[in-house]
T-cell receptor, first 112, second 113 residues
Framework: QQQVKQSPQSLIVQKGGISIINCAYENTAFDYFPWYQQFPGKGPALLIAIRPDVSEKKEGRFTISFNKSAKQFSLHIMDSQPGDSATYFCAALTSNTGKLIFGQGTTLQVKP | DAGVIQSPRHEVTEMGQEVTLRCKPISGHDYLFWYRQTMMRGLELLIYFNNNVPIDDSGMPEDRFSAKMPNASFSTLKIQPSEPRDSAVYFC???????????FGSGTRLTVV
C-alpha cells in the first residue's frame, strides 16, 4: 500500500515533443505529490509538486495532472528539450508520517 | 546557501570495515532524511530526524546501520561492518517541514569490495 508505481521505465522523445510520465498509488492517505528530476552524479531536485485538492498545476513547460478518484497523477513536459534528458521520479507522502515514497524512476532522452 | 553538503563524495572500502557518511543540512531545516539509491531498489528511505530526534528508522536494513544527529547542523550514517551489498549511492536530504520540498545533497557513492 506504500508503493508508488511509475511508468514507463524509459522514454525517448524528439525535441519539441511532449513527454508524459505516469504514476499510480494505493494509499489514500497520501497528501503531497512531488516530482523530482535527477541528472547523473547529482541528487534528485524538486521539479514541481501538487496537493490532492487541485487537479492540475503548471509551472513553465511542466504540468502535473492529478486524478484523485483514479489515484493517478502524471507529469507532462511540453516542448521537450535535450536539456530535459534526465531521470524523473514521482513521489508521494503522508504528512503524518513524513515518509516520502518514490516511484522507480523514468529515464527520459530527448533527441535533438 | 550552500545546500545540503555530503562527504565524502566517493568511498571505496573493504568488506568488514566501518564506513561513516556525513551530512550537513540546510540551516533552519528541521527535518533530515537519509536515502539509499540502487538500480534494483530505487530510492529507499532509511531514517529521518525531526529536530535532531530520530522519528522513523524502519527503513534501516540491518543493525549494521546506525544514524545519529548530534546537533542541527550535522548527521552521520554509519555502517559497521560493511558488506558488498551495501554498495549504493547514499543521499541526505533536508526540509523545512514534513510536507515541503526536500533538498537533496549530491550523494556519497559507496563501493564495498
Amino acid at each position: 500500500q506504500q508503493q508508488v508505481k511509475q511508468s514507463p521505465q524509459s522514454l525517448i522523445v524528439q525535441k519539441g515533443g511532449i513527454s508524459i510520465i505516469n504514476c499510480a498509488y494505493e494509499n489514500t492517505a497520501f497528501d503531497y505529490f512531488p516530482w523530482y528530476q535527477q541528472f547523473p552524479g547529482k541528487g534528485p531536485a524538486l521539479l514541481i509538486a501538487i496537493r490532492p485538492d487541485v487537479s492540475e498545476k503548471k509551472e513553465g513547460r511542466f504540468t502535473i495532472s492529478f486524478n484523485k478518484s483514479a489515484k493517478q497523477f502524471s507529469l507532462h513536459i511540453m516542448d521537450s528539450q535535450p536539456g530535459d534528458s534526465a531521470t524523473y521520479f514521482c513521489a508521494a507522502l503522508t504528512s503524518n508520517t513524513g515518509k516520502l515514497i518514490f516511484g522507480q524512476g523514468t529515464t527520459l532522452q530527448v533527441k535533438p | 546557501d550552500a545546500g545540503v553538503i555530503q562527504s565524502p563524495r566517493h568511498e571505496v572500502t573493504e568488506m568488514g570495515q566501518e564506513v561513516t557518511l556525513r551530512c550537513k543540512p540546510i540551516s533552519g531545516h528541521d527535518y533530515l532524511f537519509w536515502y539509499r539509491q540502487t538500480m534494483m531498489r530505487g530510492l529507499e528511505l532509511l531514517i529521518y530526524f525531526n529536530n535532531n530526534v530520530p522519528i522513523d528508522d524502519s527503513g534501516m536494513p540491518e543493525d549494521r546501520f546506525s544514524a545519529k544527529m548530534p546537533n542541527a547542523s550535522f548527521s552521520t550514517l554509519k555502517i559497521q561492518p560493511s558488506e558488498p551489498r551495501d554498495s549504493a549511492v547514499y543521499f541526505c536530504a533536508s526540509s523545512l517541514s514534513v510536507n515541503y520540498g526536500y533538498t537533496f545533497g549530491s550523494g556519497t557513492r559507496l563501493t564495498v569490495v
